[in-house]
């Protein structure tokens, strides 16, 4: 089980492993990259927007930056500043390059940068597996590979336009360069890889390189002088190439901005310094087991199997005589595992908690839920007759194992497909807009407002708006159209009006509903209306419908059915059965 690393020495290059028959569990990487990139592909093209940052923090500056308009929130006021701009500057580069392609749309791009996320993730997710199946085992790759696949978490996480996601296809870089021994150490490589992804996407996710330095410090501290100053000076290395691409963060986001800005430095001071009544913890707060809630909803068994990694790794070590051997393999498979519980631990004690802040660790989880299952599988293989296991008969073990696994799978799937069948509304109902020839005008959210996927589904020049709701706190504004200054973006560096980092409401965000020429809305049967929330689907006399799509009723519906998806077939009772609304597109009707 542990790493193949007993012909390793720290700061020495590997010496050339010996070439062995292939395994039952043997997948090649080109293999795994193609089973990879087709799930996430499938994300890329069905997974609903499940967090509205990604649509206001990053879709609609992306949209600015090339088309011209676009909502803009207060993080990207030049007066606090806590977005990166070369973030958003590298995907509104390949929303660009699909322009320059035949049959170009504002949708097409919207799917094309997802293809490119869900492209990056795959190769980002092989190369993690190579490393894992070269250094570990054929057989934890493959968990692996069945982990990542498998999971709501990933279905999420793989294409979404988040520094979160950005984060974590780094994580997985760098987490490849860092268990790779094979040709020499990768220190320099590897820190690059967690500054790339701390400083373009989410500076917190440099956390989850602690383990493997601490690895590096601690081989250096037993090795030779020269070993020491060999370790010295690849960490130096690795620490300028993150200064590199911090001077990059600087001037491109600087340049945006219109001044001296380190846009980490200010998310990790909004995040962990601000004053009461400024911080994150304004937008909500969740209990200490949120994470683990959540967890277990979208990875099942990997979650379990992933806490029980080092317990099972513990007993193993301490009952079995051949897993004592090697202490150097024994310690590299705790410093694997570690990154997981670290950051399960430091996230489920901060008050604000969101889905998203997990997925920098996805993989560790995946990693460790392997290991554990290729522990236990270990264990439960066991012949000798004198066991209890080993009285087991093979045949039953197997079908163990295979009613654990495919029930895990099936689960997953399950939620997947639920999730999509009953959010994915608001990515359907905007198609009709670009047959009916509309330019320039104006489609509205009231209570809606955090449900709108991008400016990219809409028409040219077609703006959104929003009309007044029960909701009471800060919506986006919209970037300045103004010409200054060089010309072109002056949005960027113009401070917006009504901007503040309270989330105090701000009346100038809102128009009047006469003005609106769309609308959207969700109709819930059993819902109430009041005077800023009227049924508008039901108000034939001034609204007709566009397009409808079914929307799932949360309220209404079993626990069960909010989690997976559950037929509506005559079989299932129904309370069991999930309860629809309608998420539409509204068109003011001609005025008599």
Same mark, same amino acid.
């Given at each position: ?52 940052? /990604?649509?206001?923090?990053?879709? /609609? ?103 979160? %996601? ?49 690895? !590096? ?23 300028? %190439?993150?200064?590199?691409?911090? &001077?990059?963060?600087?001037?491109? #986001? ?26 994150? !913890? ?71 908690? !969101? ?34 296991v080993g009285k087991i008969p093979a045949k039953l073990k197997l079908l163990i194992v295979s009613f654990v696994m495919i029930g895990s799978i099936d689960l997953g799937v399950a939620r997947i497909y639920g999730i999509y069948s009953a959010y994915s509304a608001p ?42 709701? /029960?909701?009471?706190? &800060?919506?986006?504004? /919209?970037? #300045? ?23 105090? !409401? ?87």
């Amino acid at each position: 089980m542990p790493p193949k690393a007993a012909n390793m020495r720290p700061g020495k290059p590997a010496m050339a492993p010996k070439k062995k028959p292939a395994t039952p569990f043997a997948v090649k990487p080109i293999g795994a990259f193609y089973v990879f990139f087709i799930a996430n592909l499938l994300a890329a093209l069905y997974a609903p927007i499940q967090d509205c940052d /990604e649509t206001f923090n990053y879709w /609609e500056p992306t949209h600015y930056l090339s088309h011209g308009y676009g909502l803009q929130t207060w993080e990207y006021s030049p007066e606090y500043a806590i977005r990166s701009w070369l973030y958003i500057i590298l995907h509104a580069l390949v929303g660009s390059f699909r322009r320059l392609l035949p049959f170009s749309t504002k949708i097409g791009e919207f799917y094309f940068i997802r293809y490119v996320l869900a492209f990056g993730c795959a190769i980002s997710q092989t190369i993690l597996f190579r490393v894992v199946n070269n250094t570990l085992n054929p057989r934890i790759a493959l968990f692996f590979l069945m982990a990542m696949v498998f999971s709501p978490g990933m279905f999420h996480a793989s294409a979404s336009f988040l520094p979160s %996601s950005f984060a974590m296809y780094t994580t997985m870089l760098g987490m490849a360069q860092f268990m790779n021994w094979r040709g020499g150490l990768k220190t320099a490589p590897g820190i690059f890889c967690f500054a790339l992804g701390g400083i373009l996407g989410w500076p917190f996710a440099m956390a989850l390189s602690a383990p493997f330095l601490f690895e !590096e410090i601690i081989f250096a501290s037993l090795s030779s002088k020269d070993a020491f100053i060999e370790t010295i000076m690849r960490l130096v290395r690795g620490f300028v %190439s993150g200064l590199i691409i911090l &001077l990059f963060e600087f001037v491109i #986001s600087g340049f945006f901005y219109k001044s001296l800005v380190l846009v980490p430095f200010n998310i990790v001071w909004y995040n962990i310094f601000s004053q009461p009544g400024k911080g994150p !913890e304004i937008y909500g707060t969740e209990p200490w087991h949120f994470y683990i809630r959540n967890l277990l909803l979208n990875f099942n068994i990997w979650f379990v199997l992933a806490c029980a990694a080092l317990p099972l790794f513990t007993l193993q070590k301490l009952l079995s005589k051949s897993a004592q051997a090697n202490t150097v393999t024994g310690l590299r498979s705790v410093i694997f595992m570690t990154p997981f519980y670290m950051w399960l631990a430091i996230f489920s004690f901060q008050p604000h908690k !969101e889905e998203r802040f997990m997925y920098p660790a996805y993989p560790c989880l995946a990693l460790n839920g392997a290991m554990s299952l290729h522990i236990i599988l270990a264990a439960f293989g066991q012949s000798d007759p004198k066991t209890l296991v080993g009285k087991i008969p093979a045949k039953l073990k197997l079908l163990i194992v295979s009613f654990v696994m495919i029930g895990s799978i099936d689960l997953g799937v399950a939620r997947i497909y639920g999730i999509y069948s009953a959010y994915s509304a608001p990515l359907k109902i905007y198609k009709p807009l670009e047959t009916l020839g509309v330019y320039g005008e104006s489609v509205c959210f009231g209570k809606e407002w955090y449900r709108f996927p991008s400016s990219y589904h809409l028409p040219k020049d077609m703006r959104a708006k929003f009309v007044k709701s /029960e909701f009471s706190g &800060l919506l986006p504004g /919209e970037f #300045s159209e103004a010409k200054t200054g060089f010309g072109h973006w002056s949005g960027a560096w113009l401070v917006p009006p009504g901007m503040n980092d309270q989330n105090i !409401e701000d009346m100038g965000k809102y128009t009047d509903i006469r003005a609106c020429d769309f609308l959207v809305d969700t109709y819930y049967p059993d819902s109430s209306s009041s005077e800023l929330e009227p049924h508008y689907i039901k108000d034939t006399e001034h609204w007709e419908e566009v397009s409808c799509a079914p929307f799932l009723d949360a309220s209404s519906t079993h626990i069960l059915g909010r989690i997976i998806w559950v037929p509506d077939w005559p079989i299932i009772p129904e309370k069991y059965r999930r309860q629809w609304g309608e998420h539409c597109l509204l068109k003011k009707k001609a005025t008599k």
